[in-house]
């Protein structure tokens, strides 16, 4: 499996692993059928974000973690 994030900027290099980490772990908890997750991680632009996060994933509901 292959997705691209894109992540509100600011986040340091400690909080792009642990969200990289918190989605693998998902992606293998609900798909134990993806061998592999490649995840591309970019700098959404600021005109491309949704507003207030209206599309965000719940990472903190679905691996006790923070929504970035």
Do not use: W
């Amino acid at each position: 499996m292959a997705a691209r994030i894109d992540l509100a900027p600011g986040l340091d290099s400690e909080a792009v692993e642990l969200v990289c980490v918190r989605i693998k772990r998902l992606v293998t908890k609900t798909c134990p059928e993806a061998n592999h997750v490649f995840l591309d991680i970019t700098e959404a632009p600021a005109n491309a974000r949704p507003s207030q996060g209206a599309s965000r994933i719940g990472l903190n509901d679905a691996s006790g973690g923070t929504n970035y």
